[in-house]
């Protein structure tokens, strides 16, 4: 196999379109705030060449090194969550940044908990279809990484490392009985969370009934509606957005596909859409045609946290799903989000350059299951 080059200008395309986006909804906040109508793109920019290196890197590196790093990976990251809860930094009522917010560790907790989860499915084979050996384990693990974000205030990225690990489950060949019965726990788990907190049941309310407080609690759904509307076919054009100009809350992260609709119209959002639609094939393409079961495994989980995180964003701009503060992988304004998006993608390109298996690896022929997701869905064939 040989590096995706479609998945390269893919993630360059992407990226582009996320600068853009990011200078045309801060500039004016960054005249205003800081003097300097370029302090925003600046720092993207300056997170975005540091993505690069990692993703390049990453590319260049056989991919079974993580195999063999993963335990070391995920008790690194344990202890970065664990900083955070104890003397992490405070924004916005949540508390989830390291050094005066610059690092948000649980970005960096999505990578860690693949890997670890990729190797461990991989070295249990057909035992994780028992339950001492598969569902208590891994459940133990999710709530203990999921825990300590929960205790951040930070439920979406809970929610989001939860999907993505209990679909890596799935594709190793998981009991489908006992995967239900995770699934049926977690929902439960789900409500219980969201009833403890009266922010999240008004988020709720306000989800079902948007247009009881327009310019209270539905507001910022509001706002991003209006400049979804206000762009119309075409848009508005490239800098033309009326509704960043203080109307859209978060307007360079979490609603910053708002002003990309508003300025580049539905064409820009289908563009935009298509672009995620094509990722998603090349990943699943990579992880089906991966040399080796850790390959299969580690692929689609990276593939599934990137698209659902996209979709979540999405679905939240158009009121399709309640209101959560998740960034839209490569456009959103953020270093961490960025950097680890854009190391989600060289272990992807690492994976479909097909290194050669290293002395102690798994071997490719391992079959991980009667319901391995190899067997569930036949590979287009390999290069």
Known sequence: MR??????????????LGLMMVYSSTFDMAYVYYDNPNRFLARQLLWAALGIGVLVFLARVDYHLWQRWAVV??????????????AGSEKFGAQRWLFNGSIQPSEFAKISVIIYIAA??????????????????????IGLITGLILFQRDLSTAILIAVTAWLMFFFAGADLIQLFASMVFGLATFILLVAR????????????SPEADPSGSSFQIHQALLALASGGILGQGLGASRQKFGYVPAVHTDTIVAVLGEELGLIGCLVLIGLFVLLAYRGFRIALQAPDSFGTIMAAGLTCSLIIQALINL???????????????????????????????GLLLSVSRGHRMTQGSTSASVSLGRGNWRTRVSPAGRR
């Not at 461990?120 to 693990?141: C, E, H, M, N």
């Not at 270093?335 to 680890?340: E, N």
């Open 3 to 16: 590096t995706d080059y479609v998945l390269v200008l893919v993630v360059a395309a992407l990226l582009i």
């Open 197 to 208: 907190e009266p922010y999240r049941i008004q988020r709720v309310l306000t989800f079902f």
């Open 315 to 345: 679905a939240v701009v158009t009121a399709t799903l309640p209101y959560a503060g998740v960034p839209i992988p490569f456009i959103s304004y953020g270093g961490s989000s960025l950097v680890t998006s854009m190391a989600c993608v």
């Open 120 to 141: 461990w499915v991989t070295s249990k084979g057909d035992k994780i279809r028992q339950l001492s050996y598969g569902l208590i384990p891994f459940a133990i693990l």
């Open 73 to 86: 990976l995920l008790a690194f990251t344990l202890v970065m969550l664990g900083a955070v809860v104890l």
